[in-house]
């Protein structure tokens, strides 16, 4: 089945010490999202890619960096993870805007020490 | 800014209950999704609407869109355990790809 597959899914990293989460899909979808999600509240967008295009949503912090090689992966990066990014991360996937659902894999859940 | 408020926060009920959940706005949307997360995994669709009044029935699941497309409740009937999870709203605005997400409501079905 056509899938958003998250790695790993649960991710430990000491204070300071950079983290890389990745994303893959199999759905050829053009458009894919980074969310980062806290304890039962709403998903919080921190950047999406339109293909390469890359859109920066403006209260991401700079710690948090993405890279989309190609089509089908996409890696989120948090240089120096603080004990405030300690969150779920969700990545998703659609084909495009307008009505067009968003496909989401089961998420990262990133413990900071 | 677009704001999407979602009521109530968190419920807790007994199997075979009915409940009604609400997502409300100021602003007006082009369309609106529902998603239902469990535990541990992401959001999965649950349906989306488009016009005004639209009423969406997905088994026990009725979803309805205000006139005003201001406006969304999702109503279940009968509920079951099953039906545990985080109710999202996430509505549609303008032709870009950016939901705006309501903060969701938490649902638990007691046997």
């Known amino acids: 089945d056509a899938m958003v597959i998250q790695n790993p899914r649960y991710q430990v990293t000491q204070f300071g010490k950079p983290v890389t989460l990745s994303c893959s899909q199999t759905?050829?979808?053009?458009?894919m999202y980074w969310y980062q999600q806290k304890s039962s509240q709403a998903p919080k967008l921190l950047f999406h890619y339109y293909d390469k295009d890359f859109n920066n949503e403006a209260d991401t912090p700079d710690n948090f960096q993405s890279r989309r090689p190609n089509t089908s992966f996409c890696f989120l990066d948090i240089r120096s993870p603080g004990l405030g990014d300690a969150a779920m991360y969700l990545c998703?996937?659609?084909?495009?805007?307008?009505?067009?659902?968003?496909?989401f894999g089961d998420g990262t859940r990133l413990s900071i020490l | 800014t677009q704001l999407l408020e979602q009521s109530p926060q968190f419920l807790s009920i007994q199997e075979g209950e009915n409940l009604t959940v609400y997502c409300n706005s100021s602003?007006?949307?082009?369309?609106l999704q529902w998603y239902r997360q469990e535990p541990g995994e992401g959001p999965v669709l649950l349906v989306t609407?488009?016009?005004g009044g639209e009423v969406k029935k997905l088994k026990r699941l009725t979803f309805q869109f205000g006139d005003a497309r201001k406006d969304s409740s999702l109503h279940i009937t009968a509920a079951q355990p099953g039906d545990t999870g985080l109710y999202l709203c996430a509505g549609e605005s303008g032709s870009n790809y950016q939901l705006i997400w309501g903060a969701g409501t938490k649902l638990i079905i007691k046997p």
């Open positions: 759905l050829n979808h053009n458009v």
């Open positions: 602003s007006v949307f082009s369309s």
């Open positions: 998703a996937t659609s084909s495009g805007p307008s009505l067009k659902p968003q496909h």
């Open positions: 609407v488009v016009t």
